[in-house]
C-alpha cells in the first residue's frame, strides 16, 4: 500500500520533497517515506526519488517536519478511522 501524502513546490531546478504513506506486506506497521524528487526526470521517464528518511508514523509526528504535511496525515489518519467506526 502506498499513499502519497504530500509533495511540495518545485524550486528553481524543479526538485521537491515529497511524502508518502506505506505498508509492505511485511511490515506490522505504517511508514512515512520522504523523498527529494527530480520532477524533470519524473516528467522524461526517467524517475528520480532520494530516500531521505523513513520513519513510523509516530516518529514522523514527533519531528519538526513541516504542519501541512503533518495536517495532512493526519486527515488521512482520521478519515480511516471514520470508515472502520
Not at 6 to 34: M, S, Y
Not at 44 to 64: A, I
Request: proline letters at 4%.
Amino acid at each position: 500500500m502506498e499513499h502519497l501524502i504530500f509533495r511540495g513546490r518545485p524550486n528553481e531546478g524543479n526538485e521537491c520533497e515529497q511524502w508518502t504513506l506505506v505498508k509492505d506486506a511485511e511490515d506490522q506497521e505504517e511508514f512515512v517515506v520522504q523523498e527529494h524528487v527530480k520532477l524533470d526526470e519524473v516528467l522524461s521517464g526517467k524517475p528520480y526519488l532520494r530516500l531521505v528518511r523513513r520513519m513510523t508514523v509516530g516518529e514522523f509526528l514527533g519531528t519538526d517536519q513541516p504542519a501541512a504535511v503533518k495536517g495532512k496525515l493526519q486527515t488521512i489518519l482520521d478519515a480511516r478511522k471514520a470508515s472502520e467506526a
